[in-house]
């Protein structure tokens, strides 16, 4: 029985799949680029899928996964970003599935969604890379998603993935980078490809995510000077354009450039993350540039409405949780405490403080007493008017 296998044909710059459907051997283009960092990965999931289809029969595999990608890129066609992490999701998950030997939705049962995050985090070597606790349960909100698909397909009659009761677990803090971080990190960019400085500085400068750094030139307006971009759920947020990036816009409109850095290639989040590792900086993401500019803005005495307007954030909570305020950034509040302490005046000076009258105070009442004031109370009030005919 033959098997499926994966090939570069010396015309193409792309792999092929050698496959059998219906018994005939064909040869079907993917979409892995021979230069693309998981190919290998991505290659073994391909092949290995097509090659269980090929055992199974064409039965099974018209009820296995093959439907899955075509049913992700019909349902984002529209946003390319969330089209992309979706992908990527089911590609991790994917090699789950392969790895039990599960070939189609029937064979899903919820005790295999339960198990996966514990799999996420301690996969085989030879299949992927490990992955945190949290990225597993984003990965399975992927998954039930395609599995209410095949609800509404006919193909199962339940979605066994629905409400598994898994919770998310807290994250490490990202920290403030410090100006002597800073200082080496802009140090160690010189020797970099050119758009890490030029990530480096419009995410300093105004405080945007890592995607949002490579801005189009169409949404900087240098009459107003202001910078839109694209944020979370496609909502434009529009601030005042840093005159570092000013000059980073001036210089990409004088190259002929559409776009304020010159490139930012795909999974530009791990290449900053072998920087930081190499520089011997660990504790540092690409985001902890957001949370440095929140925090220095906070600590210049900007106000929250403030920073949330510069760096667009939607609310104060989501604000408080880039904070990283220490103790010596609220040192001087004690010398408002003794600011604020009325001073002690000296005996006899004019206006000095006399002591506070008080009250005497009155013995109780007995109940005879107060319900005899409460007779002579209504005694007093006059009595009501009848209207006639009323």
């Known amino acids: 029985?033959?098997?499926?296998?994966?090939?570069?044909?010396?015309?193409?710059?792309?792999?092929?799949?050698?496959?059998?459907?219906?018994?005939?051997?064909?040869?079907?283009?993917?979409?892995?680029?021979?230069?693309?960092?998981?190919?290998?990965?991505?290659?073994?999931?391909?092949?290995?899928?097509?090659?269980?289809?090929?055992?199974?029969?064409?039965?099974?595999?018209?009820?296995?996964?093959?439907?899955?990608?075509?049913?992700?890129?019909?349902?984002?066609?529209?946003?390319?970003?969330?089209?992309?992490?979706?992908?990527?999701?089911?590609?991790?998950?994917?090699?789950?599935?392969?790895?039990?030997?599960?070939?189609?939705?029937?064979?899903?049962?919820?005790?295999?969604?339960?198990?996966?995050?514990?799999?996420?985090?301690?996969?085989?070597?030879?299949?992927?890379?490990?992955?945190?606790?949290?990225?597993?349960?984003?990965?399975?909100?992927?998954?039930s998603r395609i599995l209410s698909h095949a609800v509404h397909q006919g193909m199962i009659s339940a979605n066994p993935c629905f409400r598994l009761g898994l919770r998310r677990r807290d994250t490490k803090i990202k920290p403030e980078i410090t100006n002597e971080e800073q200082e080496i990190i802009e140090e160690r960019l010189q020797s970099e490809r050119k758009w890490m400085m030029e990530c480096w500085t419009v995410a300093m400068c105004q405080g945007v995510r890592l995607g949002e750094t490579n801005c189009p030139l169409s949404r900087i307006d240098l009459t107003l000077n202001t910078i839109s971009v694209i944020g979370k759920g496609k909502k434009v947020h529009t601030g005042p354009l840093h005159p570092d990036v000013r000059k980073l816009a001036l210089e990409a409109k004088a190259t002929g450039r559409d776009t304020l850095i010159s490139e930012l290639p795909r999974k530009a989040s791990l290449r900053w993350g072998k920087f930081f590792r190499k520089i011997g900086m660990r504790h540092l993401t690409f985001h902890s540039t957001r949370v440095t500019v929140v925090t220095r803005l906070a600590r210049s005495g900007a106000s929250k409405s403030q920073v949330m307007a510069y760096v667009g954030h939607a609310s104060e909570a989501v604000n408080d949780v880039y904070l990283r305020l220490s103790s010596p950034d609220v040192a001087h509040l004690g010398n408002l405490l003794h600011a604020g302490k009325p001073t002690a005046k000296k005996k006899g000076s004019r206006g000095a403080s006399r002591a506070p009258i008080r009250a005497k105070r009155r013995s109780p009442a007995s109940k005879s007493q107060r319900a005899s004031s409460s007779a002579r109370k209504i005694a007093k009030r006059p009595a009501p008017v009848r209207v006639q005919g009323a």
């Open 1 to 143: 029985m033959g098997m499926a296998s994966a090939f570069i044909p010396s015309w193409s710059k792309f792999y092929y799949l050698r496959v059998k459907r219906n018994g005939i051997w064909v040869q079907e283009k993917t979409a892995i680029h021979k230069n693309s960092v998981d190919a290998d990965r991505r290659l073994k999931v391909i092949v290995h899928t097509a090659s269980a289809e090929e055992a199974a029969g064409p039965a099974t595999a018209s009820a296995g996964w093959v439907w899955v990608p075509r049913f992700l890129k019909a349902q984002f066609s529209g946003s390319p970003k969330t089209q992309i992490r979706y992908a990527e999701a089911w590609s991790a998950m994917e090699m789950y599935l392969l790895e039990k030997r599960i070939y189609g939705p029937t064979e899903v049962t919820h005790d295999t969604c339960l198990h996966y995050p514990e799999w996420r985090e301690n996969p085989p070597k030879d299949i992927m890379k490990a992955s945190t606790w949290n990225t597993a349960l984003t990965e399975l909100k992927v998954f």
